[in-house]
């Protein structure tokens, strides 16, 4: 389409403006340079206030989450990849394959283009790698010290296959719970690049979209009972949330739980404890005890599962306590989480 | 689902503290008490990070929105209403039945909760007015200086009926332009709040649900070409993508366009044109000249189009120029927006 705009944006050195929100000239500017040709595909080259597409068959899921990570870059990714990720892992928990997705920025003025450029462009590349369509967006710009660089809301639509409904009320007493991976990595990331903290790491973000491996688990078990991603909250918070929906108890062992070295000693100086803390490319599963071999093969042999391991177990408990059984031989619950740890880790 | 807090939130003197947005048991709380409690329905009520629910028939919309308005009270709705009737409207712009909406919040650090709870009911009660459901939503809090008391965005989906099929693209030189109402009642309204202005009106906002009347309309007319609503940027900004879009010209008679007399006073005052102000319960309909009696009488026929008048029309025009011929039988054009004009309007 083309567009009454005389200069092209100046990416290098330009910085967004609250004209840049006013839904005016520059704001189709932005929309067009910035947005539309990382993102093109021809449902949102449409350019209307809506995308438009053919209903799936079966039953959807639509999920939504806003991030407002600080900083906004971090090792191992940024505020884009991330809110590709955390959407796309909250539908693909949904036993869904996930479709389209949308995005919602709001802009500080102020914020350099080149920053913003490279955001979008992650999330180009995340979603490309998904799979999966930015189909529609908004763009808002507010005043200088009413925001905070870059906040980004993605919702997203996916499409459950037939059988498959994973669900957080499903787990029963003698089944498994597996994780795909190392826990905690996301969290300490990103702590490490807080300037108040001062300590250092070569952790990476454990971020990335888990709807293949969530494909590979459901062709393995279609029957899996609940799927969900320990983000904010960690590990503790997702078990604790299973044990209450489904009315039972977890049992977790100390020594199954993967955790690197790295993540334990950075906890430790941080006064942590790693299974609050939040991943972003991590998944908590609960099988039937006859599917736990094969939904665990079927992980591991994933890329994103090399590291994946049966954990624990449900059983009967009134309480709904999680119990963590320790490398010694007692046992500790793990509690729900009371306060923040660590704010805006998503 | 019963959960282990002992305290009940303290709505009346309570504020939003970090501890709301970390994931752990103060974030379940203010979820339950808040926001489930107000927006109760079966796909919520599952507490699982995704809703779920059968397909639709047919072609579906997808829209996205995010509200940063300020001040976040203002004569005629707060930002929580707003929410919900703008991305309500999006999808009725696509002559879609609105289905579901997720909603994502992001809280400063301090805000008190019984501000919270009144957007957060008049997002229900939004909701049930149009029909449609808050079926999945998320949480952030952010410090305080790091945003501006509450952002809201608003994600939805609809359904479109068989042979409705509204698109930028599609005015034809021939074709009339309607609209429902008056012009810039949002925009004065909420700059009238604005402290540093210091004017008053006893003008409202115009906030509504336009998924009632555009169904009327869509009865009466079937092939309707385009619809959208002129929110940011007003009815200039959208009969410039109108053109643009479908490569015509736009002719609209200054005599024609409804403006409340306060209206074109506040605007005369802030040295404001009132075609570019922001509107949030007004439509532009681009219809062929022989649909334009049924489908006015039709708006008109609804609450929300007693003031629906036939503005101008459709033309050839290899600029895409947008031309106004004024009352003294003049013309002028109507550009674009250069630069900011209502920042944080919506």
């Known amino acids: 389409m083309k567009r009454p705009i005389p200069r092209p944006l100046d990416i290098k050195r330009g910085r967004v403006d609250l004209t840049h929100?006013?839904?005016?000239?520059?704001?189709?500017?932005?929309?067009?340079?910035?947005f539309r040709k990382a993102f093109s595909n021809p449902l949102l080259d449409a350019a209307n206030d809506q995308a438009v597409f053919d209903a799936p068959k079966?039953?959807?899921v639509m999920t939504t989450d806003t991030f407002v990570i600080s900083p906004i870059f971090f090792p191992g990714g940024n505020i884009g990849s991330l809110a590709v990720h955390g959407t796309v892992n909250d539908i693909a928990m949904g036993g869904a394959k996930p479709l389209y997705l949308t995005a919602g920025f709001v802009i500080e003025e102020g914020y350099p283009l080149a920053d913003l450029k490279a955001i979008v462009d992650?999330?180009?590349?995340?979603?490309?790698?998904?799979?999966?369509?930015?189909?529609?967006?908004?763009?808002?710009?507010?005043?200088?010290?009413?925001?905070?660089?870059?906040?980004?809301?993605?919702?997203?639509?996916?499409?459950?296959?037939?059988?498959?409904?994973?669900?957080?009320?499903?787990?029963?007493?003698?089944?498994?719970?597996?994780?795909?991976?190392?826990?905690?990595?996301?969290?300490?990331?990103?702590?490490?690049?807080?300037?108040?903290?001062?300590?250092?790491?070569?952790?990476?973000?454990?971020?990335?979209?888990?709807?293949?491996i969530v494909a590979d688990m459901i062709a393995a078990a279609p029957g899996i009972r609940v799927l969900r991603d320990p983000?904010?909250?960690?590990?503790a918070t997702v078990l604790n949330e299973i044990a209450l929906q489904s009315d039972v108890g977890v049992t977790v062992r100390e020594d199954d739980l993967?955790?690197?070295?790295?993540?334990?000693?950075?906890?430790?100086?941080?006064?942590?404890?790693p299974l609050y803390v939040a991943n972003e490319?991590?998944?908590?599963?609960?099988?039937?005890?006859?599917?736990?071999?094969?939904?665990l093969a079927a992980m591991k042999a994933h890329p994103l599962g090399k590291d994946a391991?049966?954990?624990?177990?449900?059983?009967e408990d009134d309480h709904n306590f999680v119990q963590m059984v320790t490398g010694f031989g007692g046992s500790r619950i793990i509690d729900w989480l009371a306060g923040e740890q660590l704010p805006r880790i998503c």
Do not use: W, Y
């Open 21 to 34: 929100g006013s839904g005016g000239r520059n704001m189709a500017q932005l929309i067009d340079e910035m």
């Open 231 to 235: 983000t904010r909250g960690g590990l």
């Open 122 to 212: 992650s999330m180009a590349a995340a979603a490309e790698e998904a799979g999966v369509q930015i189909v529609t967006g908004d763009t808002k710009v507010v005043e200088q010290g009413k925001g905070d660089g870059v906040f980004i809301n993605t919702a997203g639509i996916g499409v459950v296959p037939d059988g498959v409904a994973p669900s957080g009320e499903k787990a029963r007493p003698g089944d498994k719970i597996l994780v795909n991976g190392t826990l905690g990595d996301h969290g300490v990331a990103v702590m490490s690049k807080r300037e108040s903290l001062g300590f250092e790491t070569e952790i990476l973000s454990d971020s990335a979209a888990l709807n293949g």
């Open 309 to 315: 391991a049966i954990i624990g177990e449900i059983n």
């Open 258 to 273: 993967p955790i690197r070295p790295e993540v334990k000693g950075a906890c430790e100086l941080l006064g942590l404890d």
């Open 281 to 295: 490319g991590k998944l908590v599963a609960v099988v039937a005890p006859e599917d736990a071999a094969s939904v």
């Open 58 to 60: 079966g039953r959807m």
